[in-house]
Protein backbone atom coordinates (compact mmCIF):
# COMPACT_ATOMS: atom_id res chain seq x y z
CA UNK A 1 0.00 0.00 0.00
CA UNK A 2 1.34 3.33 -0.92
CA UNK A 3 2.66 4.91 2.11
CA UNK A 4 1.84 9.09 1.92
CA UNK A 5 2.89 11.46 4.27
CA UNK A 6 1.32 14.39 5.93
CA UNK A 7 3.44 17.83 5.88
CA UNK A 8 1.33 20.42 7.39
CA UNK A 9 2.29 23.98 6.94
CA UNK A 10 -0.17 25.75 8.61
CA UNK A 11 2.56 27.59 10.92
CA UNK A 12 4.12 29.00 7.42
CA UNK A 13 2.19 29.44 4.56
CA UNK A 14 -1.36 29.47 6.49
CA UNK A 15 0.00 32.84 8.67
CA UNK A 16 0.44 34.25 4.75
CA UNK A 17 -3.13 34.62 4.71
CA UNK A 18 -4.78 37.69 5.52
CA UNK A 19 -6.63 38.21 8.84
CA UNK A 20 -4.94 35.42 9.67
CA UNK A 21 -1.84 35.70 12.30
CA UNK A 22 -0.56 33.51 15.23
CA UNK A 23 1.35 34.44 18.62
CA UNK A 24 4.21 32.59 19.62
CA UNK A 25 2.70 30.90 22.07
CA UNK A 26 -0.16 30.07 19.63
CA UNK A 27 2.36 28.58 17.33
CA UNK A 28 3.41 26.26 19.89
CA UNK A 29 0.32 25.16 20.79
CA UNK A 30 -0.91 24.30 17.31
CA UNK A 31 2.65 22.35 16.65
CA UNK A 32 1.48 20.57 20.10
CA UNK A 33 -1.86 19.68 18.45
CA UNK A 34 -0.23 18.59 15.23
CA UNK A 35 1.94 16.51 17.14
CA UNK A 36 -0.91 14.78 19.00
CA UNK A 37 -2.98 14.28 16.17
CA UNK A 38 -0.13 12.08 14.27
CA UNK A 39 1.21 14.82 11.43
CA UNK A 40 3.95 13.51 10.16
CA UNK A 41 6.09 17.15 9.03
CA UNK A 42 4.78 20.42 10.85
CA UNK A 43 6.58 23.44 9.03
CA UNK A 44 6.94 25.99 11.83
CA UNK A 45 8.13 29.53 10.02
CA UNK A 46 10.64 31.09 8.03
CA UNK A 47 13.51 31.64 10.55
CA UNK A 48 15.33 34.22 7.94
CA UNK A 49 11.99 35.97 8.30
CA UNK A 50 11.13 37.30 11.90
CA UNK A 51 12.09 36.86 15.15
CA UNK A 52 8.95 35.20 15.86
CA UNK A 53 9.65 32.34 13.57
CA UNK A 54 13.16 32.25 15.09
CA UNK A 55 11.63 32.26 18.40
CA UNK A 56 9.28 29.19 17.80
CA UNK A 57 12.39 27.21 16.81
CA UNK A 58 13.84 27.59 19.84
CA UNK A 59 11.02 27.36 21.99
CA UNK A 60 9.75 24.10 20.01
CA UNK A 61 13.05 22.36 20.99
CA UNK A 62 12.35 22.13 24.97
CA UNK A 63 9.12 20.03 24.29
CA UNK A 64 9.45 15.94 23.37
CA UNK A 65 7.63 15.36 20.26
CA UNK A 66 6.02 12.02 19.53
CA UNK A 67 4.94 11.95 16.33
CA UNK A 68 6.00 15.30 14.51
CA UNK A 69 9.33 16.24 12.99
CA UNK A 70 9.86 20.11 12.93
CA UNK A 71 10.50 21.91 9.67
CA UNK A 72 12.29 25.15 8.79
CA UNK A 73 11.59 26.94 5.60
CA UNK A 74 13.71 29.24 3.19
CA UNK A 75 14.86 29.82 0.09
CA UNK A 76 17.34 29.32 -1.96
CA UNK A 77 20.43 31.72 -1.48
CA UNK A 78 20.20 35.42 -2.79
CA UNK A 79 21.73 35.31 -6.47
CA UNK A 80 24.05 38.41 -5.43
CA UNK A 81 25.16 36.15 -2.41
CA UNK A 82 27.27 32.85 -2.31
CA UNK A 83 25.56 29.63 -0.10
CA UNK A 84 27.94 30.07 2.86
CA UNK A 85 27.55 34.16 2.99
CA UNK A 86 23.58 34.02 2.89
CA UNK A 87 22.17 34.80 6.38
CA UNK A 88 18.67 32.95 5.19
CA UNK A 89 20.67 29.56 4.62
CA UNK A 90 22.54 30.23 7.83
CA UNK A 91 19.18 30.95 9.73
CA UNK A 92 17.53 27.64 8.69
CA UNK A 93 20.80 25.79 10.12
CA UNK A 94 20.72 27.86 13.35
CA UNK A 95 16.99 26.54 13.95
CA UNK A 96 17.90 23.48 14.35
CA UNK A 97 15.41 21.29 12.95
CA UNK A 98 15.39 17.65 11.54
CA UNK A 99 14.04 18.87 8.40
CA UNK A 100 15.10 21.68 6.20
CA UNK A 101 12.86 22.88 3.35
CA UNK A 102 14.07 25.08 0.60
CA UNK A 103 12.28 26.36 -2.07
CA UNK A 104 13.24 27.60 -5.44
CA UNK A 105 12.32 28.77 -8.56
CA UNK A 106 11.19 26.40 -11.84
CA UNK A 107 9.42 28.87 -13.50
CA UNK A 108 11.51 31.11 -16.20
CA UNK A 109 9.86 34.74 -15.40
CA UNK A 110 10.53 34.01 -11.87
CA UNK A 111 14.04 33.60 -12.58
CA UNK A 112 14.21 36.09 -15.37
CA UNK A 113 11.92 38.58 -13.67
CA UNK A 114 11.89 38.22 -9.87
CA UNK A 115 15.23 36.94 -9.20
CA UNK A 116 16.40 39.30 -12.19
CA UNK A 117 18.88 36.37 -12.86
CA UNK A 118 19.82 33.51 -15.26
CA UNK A 119 18.45 30.30 -16.25
CA UNK A 120 21.84 29.08 -15.13
CA UNK A 121 22.88 30.71 -12.25
CA UNK A 122 19.27 29.68 -10.80
CA UNK A 123 20.32 26.16 -11.47
CA UNK A 124 23.12 26.67 -9.31
CA UNK A 125 21.33 28.45 -6.48
CA UNK A 126 19.25 25.43 -5.73
CA UNK A 127 22.64 23.15 -6.32
CA UNK A 128 24.63 24.92 -4.30
CA UNK A 129 22.42 26.33 -1.51
CA UNK A 130 21.05 22.70 -1.17
CA UNK A 131 24.52 21.59 -1.29
CA UNK A 132 25.33 23.76 1.59
CA UNK A 133 22.80 22.37 4.03
CA UNK A 134 22.77 18.51 2.94
CA UNK A 135 25.85 17.64 5.58
CA UNK A 136 24.15 19.45 8.82
CA UNK A 137 20.31 18.57 8.09
CA UNK A 138 18.97 14.99 8.66
CA UNK A 139 16.36 15.50 6.40
CA UNK A 140 16.07 18.14 3.40
CA UNK A 141 13.21 18.98 1.29
CA UNK A 142 12.83 20.87 -1.94
CA UNK A 143 9.61 22.34 -2.61
CA UNK A 144 9.95 23.75 -6.29
CA UNK A 145 7.77 26.41 -6.67
CA UNK A 146 5.73 26.81 -9.79
CA UNK A 147 6.49 23.42 -10.38
CA UNK A 148 3.47 23.24 -13.03
CA UNK A 149 3.07 26.63 -14.82
CA UNK A 150 7.08 26.52 -15.09
CA UNK A 151 6.38 23.08 -17.10
CA UNK A 152 3.98 24.44 -19.60
CA UNK A 153 6.26 27.62 -19.81
CA UNK A 154 9.34 25.20 -20.58
CA UNK A 155 9.53 21.59 -19.81
CA UNK A 156 12.69 21.19 -19.79
CA UNK A 157 13.97 23.70 -17.91
CA UNK A 158 11.90 23.04 -15.22
CA UNK A 159 12.87 18.96 -15.21
CA UNK A 160 16.12 20.54 -15.02
CA UNK A 161 15.55 22.45 -11.53
CA UNK A 162 14.95 18.82 -10.55
CA UNK A 163 17.44 17.27 -11.79
CA UNK A 164 19.75 19.62 -9.80
CA UNK A 165 17.76 19.28 -6.70
CA UNK A 166 18.20 15.47 -6.53
CA UNK A 167 22.29 16.11 -7.34
CA UNK A 168 22.54 18.28 -4.00
CA UNK A 169 20.53 15.38 -2.11
CA UNK A 170 17.38 16.78 -2.00
CA UNK A 171 15.25 13.81 -0.56
CA UNK A 172 11.79 14.59 -1.95
CA UNK A 173 10.62 16.79 -4.76
CA UNK A 174 7.89 18.87 -3.61
CA UNK A 175 6.15 20.02 -6.69
CA UNK A 176 3.97 23.70 -5.79
CA UNK A 177 1.05 24.83 -7.95
CA UNK A 178 2.11 27.96 -6.43
CA UNK A 179 -0.60 29.80 -8.40
CA UNK A 180 -2.92 27.90 -7.55
CA UNK A 181 -4.53 27.54 -10.63
CA UNK A 182 -4.27 24.30 -12.66
CA UNK A 183 -7.07 21.55 -13.10
CA UNK A 184 -6.52 18.14 -12.33
CA UNK A 185 -6.33 16.93 -15.98
CA UNK A 186 -2.43 19.07 -16.22
CA UNK A 187 -1.24 18.12 -12.57
CA UNK A 188 -1.85 14.51 -13.85
CA UNK A 189 0.05 15.43 -17.27
CA UNK A 190 2.64 16.69 -15.74
CA UNK A 191 3.43 14.26 -12.89
CA UNK A 192 3.17 11.52 -15.56
CA UNK A 193 6.14 13.18 -17.09
CA UNK A 194 8.07 13.69 -13.62
CA UNK A 195 7.77 10.21 -13.04
CA UNK A 196 9.02 9.41 -16.52
CA UNK A 197 12.05 11.15 -15.95
CA UNK A 198 13.09 10.58 -12.27
CA UNK A 199 11.69 7.19 -11.77
CA UNK A 200 12.92 6.38 -8.33
CA UNK A 201 12.59 10.16 -6.94
CA UNK A 202 10.02 10.62 -4.43
CA UNK A 203 7.41 13.31 -5.27
CA UNK A 204 5.51 15.04 -3.11
CA UNK A 205 2.81 18.19 -3.79
CA UNK A 206 2.03 21.62 -2.51
CA UNK A 207 -0.73 23.41 -4.01
CA UNK A 208 -3.12 26.62 -3.73
CA UNK A 209 -6.49 27.09 -3.77
CA UNK A 210 -7.05 29.78 -6.04
CA UNK A 211 -8.97 27.43 -8.82
CA UNK A 212 -10.94 25.99 -5.99
CA UNK A 213 -9.35 22.79 -6.76
CA UNK A 214 -6.07 22.03 -4.16
CA UNK A 215 -8.11 19.19 -2.49
CA UNK A 216 -8.90 17.86 -5.76
CA UNK A 217 -5.19 18.30 -6.89
CA UNK A 218 -3.41 16.89 -4.13
CA UNK A 219 -5.55 13.41 -4.02
CA UNK A 220 -5.20 13.44 -7.98
CA UNK A 221 -1.25 13.60 -7.06
CA UNK A 222 -1.42 11.16 -4.56
CA UNK A 223 -2.94 9.36 -7.15
CA UNK A 224 -0.32 9.53 -9.43
CA UNK A 225 2.14 8.40 -6.67
CA UNK A 226 2.78 11.25 -4.51
CA UNK A 227 3.89 10.62 -0.77
CA UNK A 228 4.01 13.52 0.51
CA UNK A 229 1.05 16.30 0.82
CA UNK A 230 1.28 19.57 2.18
CA UNK A 231 -1.56 21.14 3.28
CA UNK A 232 -2.61 23.34 5.84
CA UNK A 233 -5.95 23.62 8.50
CA UNK A 234 -9.15 24.54 7.39
CA UNK A 235 -6.83 25.37 3.75
CA UNK A 236 -5.82 28.77 4.90
CA UNK A 237 -2.96 30.29 3.25
CA UNK A 238 -1.68 32.99 0.77
CA UNK A 239 -4.56 34.33 -1.42
CA UNK A 240 -7.44 31.78 -1.31
CA UNK A 241 -5.36 29.24 0.53
CA UNK A 242 -4.19 26.19 0.60
CA UNK A 243 -5.07 22.77 0.38
CA UNK A 244 -7.36 21.80 3.42
CA UNK A 245 -5.60 18.93 5.11
CA UNK A 246 -8.98 18.93 6.90
CA UNK A 247 -10.47 17.11 3.91
CA UNK A 248 -7.66 15.58 2.37
CA UNK A 249 -6.54 14.00 5.42
CA UNK A 250 -10.03 12.11 5.63
CA UNK A 251 -9.83 11.62 1.82
CA UNK A 252 -7.12 9.50 1.75
CA UNK A 253 -8.08 7.61 5.26
CA UNK A 254 -11.23 7.04 4.36
CA UNK A 255 -11.61 6.81 0.30
CA UNK A 256 -8.32 5.78 -0.77
CA UNK A 257 -7.73 3.67 2.31
CA UNK A 258 -4.42 5.36 2.84
CA UNK A 259 -4.28 5.37 6.63
CA UNK A 260 -1.74 8.92 6.70
CA UNK A 261 -3.57 8.94 10.37
CA UNK A 262 -4.63 6.23 12.87
CA UNK A 263 -8.22 5.78 13.00
CA UNK A 264 -8.55 6.98 16.68
CA UNK A 265 -6.41 10.16 15.62
CA UNK A 266 -8.84 10.80 12.71
CA UNK A 267 -11.60 11.38 15.41
CA UNK A 268 -9.79 14.66 16.50
CA UNK A 269 -9.91 16.01 13.08
CA UNK A 270 -13.00 18.15 14.12
CA UNK A 271 -11.76 19.20 17.33
CA UNK A 272 -8.73 20.43 16.12
CA UNK A 273 -9.74 22.49 13.28
CA UNK A 274 -11.67 24.39 15.06
CA UNK A 275 -8.46 24.95 17.71
CA UNK A 276 -6.72 26.40 15.04
CA UNK A 277 -9.52 29.00 14.24
CA UNK A 278 -10.15 29.74 17.99
CA UNK A 279 -6.56 30.87 18.25
CA UNK A 280 -6.70 32.95 15.14
CA UNK A 281 -9.99 34.15 16.12
CA UNK A 282 -11.80 33.28 13.24
CA UNK A 283 -15.24 32.43 13.24
CA UNK A 284 -15.33 28.20 11.93
CA UNK A 285 -17.22 28.27 8.31
CA UNK A 286 -20.47 25.69 9.19
CA UNK A 287 -20.38 24.63 5.52
CA UNK A 288 -16.78 22.86 5.31
CA UNK A 289 -16.76 19.42 4.64
CA UNK A 290 -16.19 16.70 6.91
CA UNK A 291 -15.32 19.28 10.29
CA UNK A 292 -17.83 22.03 9.80
CA UNK A 293 -21.14 22.01 11.68
CA UNK A 294 -23.61 21.81 8.77
CA UNK A 295 -21.24 18.45 7.13
CA UNK A 296 -23.51 15.76 8.58
CA UNK A 297 -26.88 18.25 9.29
CA UNK A 298 -30.18 17.08 7.73
CA UNK A 299 -32.94 19.71 7.20
CA UNK A 300 -35.20 17.93 4.09
CA UNK A 301 -37.92 15.49 5.26
CA UNK A 302 -37.14 13.16 3.02
CA UNK A 303 -33.53 13.30 4.03
CA UNK A 304 -34.58 12.77 8.19
CA UNK A 305 -36.91 10.07 6.89
CA UNK A 306 -34.11 8.41 5.21
CA UNK A 307 -31.49 9.07 7.95
CA UNK A 308 -33.34 7.86 10.54
CA UNK A 309 -33.59 4.42 8.74
CA UNK A 310 -30.20 4.38 7.94
CA UNK A 311 -27.94 7.05 7.92
CA UNK A 312 -26.24 5.96 4.51
CA UNK A 313 -28.82 7.23 2.45
CA UNK A 314 -27.65 10.80 3.16
CA UNK A 315 -24.02 10.87 4.31
CA UNK A 316 -20.75 10.09 2.49
CA UNK A 317 -19.27 8.92 5.79
CA UNK A 318 -20.35 8.37 9.80
CA UNK A 319 -19.39 12.06 11.08
CA UNK A 320 -17.85 9.91 14.30
CA UNK A 321 -14.95 8.76 12.27
CA UNK A 322 -13.80 12.40 12.08
CA UNK A 323 -15.23 13.81 15.37
CA UNK A 324 -18.45 15.07 14.00
CA UNK A 325 -21.87 14.44 15.02
CA UNK A 326 -25.51 14.20 12.85
CA UNK A 327 -27.67 16.80 13.34
CA UNK A 328 -31.25 17.42 12.57
CA UNK A 329 -32.72 20.74 11.58
CA UNK A 330 -36.48 21.69 12.03
CA UNK A 331 -37.62 23.70 9.66
CA UNK A 332 -40.52 24.61 7.55
CA UNK A 333 -38.87 21.34 5.31
CA UNK A 334 -39.17 18.95 8.24
CA UNK A 335 -42.12 15.90 8.05
CA UNK A 336 -42.69 13.69 10.79
CA UNK A 337 -39.73 11.78 11.37
CA UNK A 338 -38.41 15.05 11.85
CA UNK A 339 -41.26 15.70 14.95
CA UNK A 340 -40.75 11.96 16.07
CA UNK A 341 -36.87 12.19 16.14
CA UNK A 342 -36.48 15.92 17.82
CA UNK A 343 -39.15 14.18 20.42
CA UNK A 344 -36.69 11.54 21.50
CA UNK A 345 -34.05 14.01 21.86
CA UNK A 346 -35.52 16.05 24.17
CA UNK A 347 -36.65 12.59 25.95
CA UNK A 348 -40.22 12.42 24.99
CA UNK A 349 -42.10 9.32 22.92
CA UNK A 350 -44.20 10.21 20.51
CA UNK A 351 -45.26 8.15 17.08
CA UNK A 352 -44.86 9.25 13.78
CA UNK A 353 -48.87 8.24 13.47
CA UNK A 354 -49.39 10.49 16.80
CA UNK A 355 -51.97 13.23 16.00
CA UNK A 356 -49.80 15.26 17.59
CA UNK A 357 -46.64 14.46 15.57
CA UNK A 358 -48.89 16.22 12.79
CA UNK A 359 -50.09 18.85 15.07
CA UNK A 360 -46.43 19.84 15.66
CA UNK A 361 -45.51 19.77 12.25
CA UNK A 362 -48.30 22.09 10.86
CA UNK A 363 -47.70 24.51 13.98
CA UNK A 364 -44.12 24.71 12.91
CA UNK A 365 -44.82 25.12 9.23
CA UNK A 366 -47.77 27.92 10.02
CA UNK A 367 -45.18 29.80 12.74
CA UNK A 368 -41.82 29.74 10.09
CA UNK A 369 -44.64 30.79 6.88
CA UNK A 370 -45.13 34.02 10.00
CA UNK A 371 -41.05 34.40 10.01
CA UNK A 372 -40.09 32.21 13.03
CA UNK A 373 -36.81 30.26 12.34
CA UNK A 374 -36.12 26.87 14.59
CA UNK A 375 -33.03 26.12 13.22
CA UNK A 376 -31.00 28.63 15.91
CA UNK A 377 -33.69 28.46 18.14
CA UNK A 378 -34.12 24.81 19.20
CA UNK A 379 -35.06 26.13 23.02
CA UNK A 380 -38.47 27.45 21.48
CA UNK A 381 -38.89 24.47 19.21
CA UNK A 382 -38.94 22.37 22.10
CA UNK A 383 -40.68 24.33 24.22
CA UNK A 384 -43.50 24.09 21.61
CA UNK A 385 -43.30 20.64 21.46
CA UNK A 386 -44.03 20.18 24.99
CA UNK A 387 -46.70 22.53 24.98
CA UNK A 388 -48.53 20.42 22.26
CA UNK A 389 -47.89 17.18 24.26
CA UNK A 390 -49.37 18.29 27.15
CA UNK A 391 -46.09 18.86 29.06
CA UNK A 392 -45.13 22.28 29.50
CA UNK A 393 -45.66 23.90 32.74
CA UNK A 394 -46.29 27.93 33.37
CA UNK A 395 -43.70 29.15 35.71
CA UNK A 396 -44.94 32.88 35.18
CA UNK A 397 -47.21 35.14 33.97
CA UNK A 398 -47.53 38.56 32.27
CA UNK A 399 -49.71 40.64 33.88
CA UNK A 400 -48.40 44.10 32.20
CA UNK A 401 -45.17 45.34 31.13
CA UNK A 402 -44.45 49.05 29.83
CA UNK A 403 -41.55 49.98 28.40
CA UNK A 404 -40.26 53.90 28.71
CA UNK A 405 -37.55 55.43 26.16
CA UNK A 406 -36.62 58.61 26.74
CA UNK A 407 -34.20 60.75 24.63
CA UNK A 408 -34.25 63.90 26.39
CA UNK A 409 -31.87 66.35 24.23
CA UNK A 410 -29.86 66.05 20.79
CA UNK A 411 -26.20 65.35 22.77
CA UNK A 412 -27.15 62.19 25.31
CA UNK A 413 -28.16 58.73 24.63
CA UNK A 414 -31.78 57.99 25.36
CA UNK A 415 -33.27 56.50 28.75
CA UNK A 416 -34.25 53.34 28.65
CA UNK A 417 -36.59 51.86 31.44
CA UNK A 418 -39.06 48.89 31.89
CA UNK A 419 -41.57 48.37 35.02
CA UNK A 420 -43.12 44.93 34.69
CA UNK A 421 -46.51 42.97 36.75
CA UNK A 422 -45.79 39.05 36.99
CA UNK A 423 -47.97 36.56 38.43
CA UNK A 424 -46.00 33.60 39.94
CA UNK A 425 -47.63 31.37 41.51
CA UNK A 426 -50.32 33.03 44.25
CA UNK A 427 -47.55 35.97 44.14
CA UNK A 428 -48.12 39.55 42.04
CA UNK A 429 -44.63 40.78 41.29
CA UNK A 430 -44.36 44.51 40.36
CA UNK A 431 -40.77 46.11 39.58
CA UNK A 432 -38.99 48.39 37.23
CA UNK A 433 -35.25 48.55 36.13
CA UNK A 434 -33.01 50.58 33.59
CA UNK A 435 -31.51 49.34 30.85
CA UNK A 436 -28.95 49.78 27.80
CA UNK A 437 -32.10 49.91 25.40
CA UNK A 438 -35.50 49.19 25.84
CA UNK A 439 -34.86 45.33 25.52
CA UNK A 440 -31.98 45.27 28.08
CA UNK A 441 -34.57 47.36 30.75
CA UNK A 442 -37.08 44.76 29.76
CA UNK A 443 -34.64 41.92 30.46
CA UNK A 444 -33.37 43.32 33.61
CA UNK A 445 -36.81 44.27 34.67
CA UNK A 446 -38.18 40.73 34.50
CA UNK A 447 -34.92 38.98 35.95
CA UNK A 448 -35.66 41.27 39.15
CA UNK A 449 -39.33 39.97 39.54
CA UNK A 450 -38.16 36.45 39.10
CA UNK A 451 -34.94 35.97 40.19
CA UNK A 452 -36.93 35.63 44.28
CA UNK A 453 -38.52 33.05 42.95
CA UNK A 454 -35.72 30.79 40.89
CA UNK A 455 -32.27 31.55 42.26
CA UNK A 456 -31.06 29.60 39.60
CA UNK A 457 -31.54 32.17 36.88
CA UNK A 458 -28.67 33.85 38.42
CA UNK A 459 -26.05 32.17 36.37
CA UNK A 460 -27.98 32.49 33.39
CA UNK A 461 -26.69 35.25 30.58
CA UNK A 462 -27.83 36.03 27.18
CA UNK A 463 -24.57 35.98 24.99
CA UNK A 464 -26.19 37.69 21.69
CA UNK A 465 -28.87 39.29 20.34
CA UNK A 466 -29.84 38.98 16.72
CA UNK A 467 -32.94 40.96 14.91
CA UNK A 468 -33.17 40.39 11.13
CA UNK A 469 -36.08 42.93 9.04
CA UNK A 470 -38.07 40.09 7.38
CA UNK A 471 -39.10 40.45 3.75
CA UNK A 472 -42.04 42.51 2.80
CA UNK A 473 -42.60 46.07 1.66
CA UNK A 474 -43.43 47.42 4.74
CA UNK A 475 -40.89 49.85 5.28
CA UNK A 476 -40.68 50.57 9.58
CA UNK A 477 -43.84 48.46 9.97
CA UNK A 478 -41.65 45.25 8.35
CA UNK A 479 -42.10 42.36 10.94
CA UNK A 480 -38.71 41.61 12.63
CA UNK A 481 -37.81 38.34 14.00
CA UNK A 482 -35.46 38.18 17.13
CA UNK A 483 -33.14 35.32 17.95
CA UNK A 484 -31.55 35.39 21.06
CA UNK A 485 -28.61 33.19 22.22
CA UNK A 486 -28.76 32.24 26.12
CA UNK A 487 -26.06 30.39 28.61
CA UNK A 488 -25.31 28.93 31.88
CA UNK A 489 -22.37 27.47 33.40
CA UNK A 490 -23.41 24.06 31.02
CA UNK A 491 -25.38 25.28 28.25
CA UNK A 492 -25.92 27.38 25.37
CA UNK A 493 -29.51 27.68 23.60
CA UNK A 494 -31.49 29.64 21.03
CA UNK A 495 -34.75 31.43 21.37
CA UNK A 496 -36.71 32.89 18.59
CA UNK A 497 -39.75 35.70 18.68
CA UNK A 498 -41.47 37.38 15.52
CA UNK A 499 -43.54 40.26 15.67
CA UNK A 500 -44.20 43.98 13.68
CA UNK A 501 -42.76 45.46 17.37
CA UNK A 502 -39.47 44.58 17.79
CA UNK A 503 -39.95 45.06 22.15
CA UNK A 504 -42.79 42.36 21.50
CA UNK A 505 -40.87 40.09 19.22
CA UNK A 506 -37.48 40.48 21.87
CA UNK A 507 -39.80 39.56 24.99
CA UNK A 508 -41.32 36.89 22.95
CA UNK A 509 -37.62 35.00 22.31
CA UNK A 510 -36.33 36.15 25.92
CA UNK A 511 -39.35 34.69 27.76
CA UNK A 512 -38.73 31.32 25.67
CA UNK A 513 -35.73 31.62 27.07
CA UNK A 514 -36.02 32.00 30.86
CA UNK A 515 -38.62 29.07 30.47
CA UNK A 516 -36.30 27.42 28.67
CA UNK A 517 -33.61 28.08 31.07
CA UNK A 518 -36.32 26.95 34.00
CA UNK A 519 -37.23 23.62 32.27
CA UNK A 520 -34.16 22.74 31.84
CA UNK A 521 -33.45 22.75 35.58
CA UNK A 522 -36.33 21.11 36.25
CA UNK A 523 -35.19 18.32 34.03
CA UNK A 524 -31.93 17.99 35.48
CA UNK A 525 -33.23 17.76 39.07
CA UNK A 526 -35.78 15.02 38.05
CA UNK A 527 -32.84 13.04 36.88
CA UNK A 528 -30.49 13.13 39.85
C1 LIG B 1 5.67 30.58 -2.56
C2 LIG B 1 5.90 31.07 -1.21
O1 LIG B 1 4.96 31.15 -0.47
S1 LIG B 1 7.44 31.49 -0.75
C3 LIG B 1 7.25 32.11 0.87
C4 LIG B 1 6.76 33.51 0.87
N1 LIG B 1 6.79 33.98 2.24
C5 LIG B 1 7.26 35.15 2.56
O2 LIG B 1 7.71 35.94 1.74
C6 LIG B 1 7.24 35.50 4.03
C7 LIG B 1 8.62 35.75 4.60
N2 LIG B 1 9.36 36.74 3.86
C8 LIG B 1 10.07 37.73 4.45
O3 LIG B 1 10.09 37.86 5.67
C9 LIG B 1 10.87 38.61 3.57
O4 LIG B 1 10.32 38.65 2.28
C10 LIG B 1 12.34 38.09 3.49
C11 LIG B 1 13.01 38.30 4.87
C12 LIG B 1 12.43 36.63 3.14
C13 LIG B 1 13.13 38.87 2.44
O5 LIG B 1 13.02 40.23 2.71
P1 LIG B 1 13.83 41.31 1.81
O6 LIG B 1 15.25 40.91 1.78
O7 LIG B 1 13.50 42.64 2.35
O8 LIG B 1 13.29 41.09 0.33
P2 LIG B 1 11.84 41.31 -0.27
O9 LIG B 1 10.82 40.63 0.59
O10 LIG B 1 11.59 42.73 -0.58
O11 LIG B 1 11.97 40.53 -1.67
C14 LIG B 1 12.19 39.15 -1.74
C15 LIG B 1 13.61 38.90 -2.22
O12 LIG B 1 13.80 37.47 -2.20
C16 LIG B 1 14.26 37.07 -3.51
N3 LIG B 1 13.80 35.71 -3.75
C17 LIG B 1 12.55 35.30 -3.95
N4 LIG B 1 12.55 33.99 -4.14
C18 LIG B 1 13.84 33.57 -4.06
C19 LIG B 1 14.47 32.32 -4.21
N5 LIG B 1 13.78 31.21 -4.43
N6 LIG B 1 15.81 32.27 -4.06
C20 LIG B 1 16.50 33.37 -3.79
N7 LIG B 1 15.98 34.58 -3.65
C21 LIG B 1 14.65 34.67 -3.79
C22 LIG B 1 13.62 38.07 -4.45
O13 LIG B 1 14.28 38.11 -5.67
C23 LIG B 1 13.83 39.37 -3.66
O14 LIG B 1 15.18 39.79 -3.78
P3 LIG B 1 15.58 41.35 -4.12
O15 LIG B 1 15.24 42.09 -2.85
O16 LIG B 1 17.00 41.30 -4.42
O17 LIG B 1 14.70 41.73 -5.26
C1 LIG C 1 6.48 26.77 -1.53
C2 LIG C 1 5.18 27.40 -1.53
O1 LIG C 1 4.71 27.83 -0.52
C3 LIG C 1 4.48 27.52 -2.80
O2 LIG C 1 5.04 27.24 -3.84
O3 LIG C 1 3.29 27.88 -2.76
Keep these: MQEVRIYDTTLRDGTQAEDFSLSLEDKIRIA ?18 NPKDVGFFEEIRKYELKQTQIAAFGATHHPKKTAEADENLRALLAAKTPV ?16 HTTLNHN ?58 GNLPTTIREIMQSVRERFP ?5 IHVHNDGDLAVA ?43 CLS ?22 SRYQPYVGRSAFAHKGGVHISAVEKNPLTYEHISPELVGNRRR ?76 IDQKMDE ?63 EGTAARVRVLIESHDTSDHWGTVGVSHDIIEASWQALVDSINYKMYKSEKHHRKS
Design 123 to 180: LQLIHDSLAYLRPHVKTLFYDAEHFFDGFKEEPEYALSTLAKALEAGAECLILCDTNG
Design 32 to 49: LKLDDLGIHYVEGGWPGS
Design 100 to 115: VTLFGKSWTIHVREAL
Design 200 to 204: SAPLG
Design 217 to 259: NSITAVEMGAVQVQGTINGVGERCGNANLCSIIPNLCLKMNIP
Design 328 to 403: ILVSDLSGRATIKRKAEDYGLHLDKSDPVAMQVLEELKDLENQGFQFEAAEASFELLVNRAMGKSKRYFELVGFRV
Design 411 to 473: HNEPVAEATILVKVGGHMEHTAALGLGPVNALDNALRKALEKFYPELKDMELSDYKVRVLPGK
Design 263 to 284: SENLKKLRSISRFVLELANIPP
